[in-house]
């Protein structure tokens, strides 16, 4: 096995296959294939994938439900490739737990910088805080004046153990809500426009010129969305996450 691990490519147009996996291999991945999608969750089961590229359209099981099954096992880099340009398509990728979604035909140095700036983010997903009287599983925290986390309106979040509580009740928030949340809780109620946001969940913190599309700027909204799910807020009268309409988000006033 390489330093960055497996890739996994499930695709069933060999031409598009073998394209991804000259790009992979370049990049330094071990690479396996797959061209169905039952296939495909197997051979990402056997062999412990870092990254997945999945296609949408498979022939056997859509590229959505082999996304949800390894999601019950795996916590891998998934970029969806996919020859259609629908919105519902990419709500739907970001919704059942892809990292990434990829239009064809796409440039092969826009997927390898896109799964670059994947690995450099942490792999594990942000995890919940434990329950009240629970045995700490980590050292003992640092004193208050040297202590990590950050508190907003009764919202903690750690960006060290990226761990996430709300009035001492845990949350648990994918690697992108995470990124997105602690973002905005570090801005301090900085407006972020959803280009950088989208930037923040890309990974790709140094790139100025990197393309954004509009289905970029609209998987963003759709973490908010998931986000201010799971934390509990009412959109009309948000506690944490303030929409700036026509520019992006900031962190609400403190309370």
Known sequence: MTDLGVAVVVEDDEDVRNLVEAVLSQAGFEVHSASGGREGVDVVRQQEASVVT????????????????????????VVMLTARTDELDTLTAFHTGADDFLAKPFRPRELRARVTAMM?????????????????????????????????????????????????AAVGLTRSEFDLL??????????????????????????????????????????????????????????????????????????
């Open 54 to 77: 999945l296609d949408v359209g498979l022939p056997d099981i859509d590229g959505f439900e082999v996304l949800r099954r390894i999601r019950q096992f795996s916590d891998a880099y």
């Open 120 to 168: 450099r983010r942490p792999r594990q997903d942000a995890q919940t805080v434990p329950a009240a009287g629970a045995e700490p599983s980590a050292p003992a925290a640092p004193p208050a004046s040297q202590s990590p986390v950050l508190r907003h309106n009764g919202l903690e979040l750690n960006p060290e153990t990226r761990t996430v509580g709300v009035d001492g």
């Open 182 to 255: 602690h973002a905005l809780v570090k801005g301090a109620g900085a407006v972020r426009s959803k280009t950088d946001l989208v930037r923040v969940v890309r990974g790709d913190y140094y790139r100025t010129d990197a393309y954004i599309s509009e289905s970029d700027e609209r998987a963003v909204e759709v973490h908010i969305g998931n986000l201010r799910r799971k934390l509990g807020e009412d959109p009309l009268q948000p506690r944490w996450l303030q929409t700036v309409r026509g520019v992006g988000y900031r962190l609400t006033p403190q309370r």
